[in-house]
């Protein structure tokens, strides 16, 4: 009679048979718990549909970017224009305000003007609590 042992083998390698199975549920783990950042910004109402609102002339601040950085401001049907740097349009639109609080503020970009003197005056907007801001389009 023979008697049969049982031998022990210990390995000294890792076992990759599972390696990609492992791999593939991490990828999934990851992408299932990443939680991806939204994009923030100012928050704009859109208008309902076929709605139409007569504004006075008095109540709008007429502010428009020009290409070469500058601001002009202009209230209501005054032909008299100020010049202003983008980063003056917060202080400019709190004394307006403090004359007419109903003022709405109507930014007019120019379609040569860069895209950040349009952002560095919503900034200034936004910093200085103007609520009604209405964009338009078309040359300044």
């Given amino acids: 009679m ?25 990828l999934i783990f ?3 718990t990443t939680v ?5 910004g100012l928050p704009i109402v859109l208008p ?3 709605e139409e609102v007569e504004i006075s002339q008095r109540n ?8 070469d950085g500058t601001v002009g401001v202009r209230r209501g049907d005054s032909q008299n224009e100020s010049f202003h740097r ?9 004394t307006e305000v403090a004359q007419n609080p109903n003022l709405i503020a109507g930014v007019r970009t ?7 003197y349009m952002i560095q005056v919503l900034d200034g907007l936004q910093m200085a609590n103007a609520e009604r801001i209405s ?3 078309g040359e300044g």
């Fill in 30 to 32: 990851f992408l299932v």
């Fill in 36 to 40: 991806f950042p939204k994009d923030r």
């Fill in 60 to 67: 709008i601040l007429h502010i428009s970017i020009n290409p």
């Fill in 110 to 116: 120019h379609p040569d003007a860069a895209h950040r």
């Fill in 48 to 50: 309902e549909e076929q």
């Fill in 2 to 26: 023979a008697i049969l042992k049982k031998q022990s083998k210990v390995s000294d390698e890792i076992p990759s048979a599972s390696m990609a199975d492992i791999a593939f549920l991490l």
């Fill in 135 to 137: 964009l338009q389009m």
């Fill in 86 to 94: 983008p980063h003056q349009i917060q202080q400019v639109w709190r």
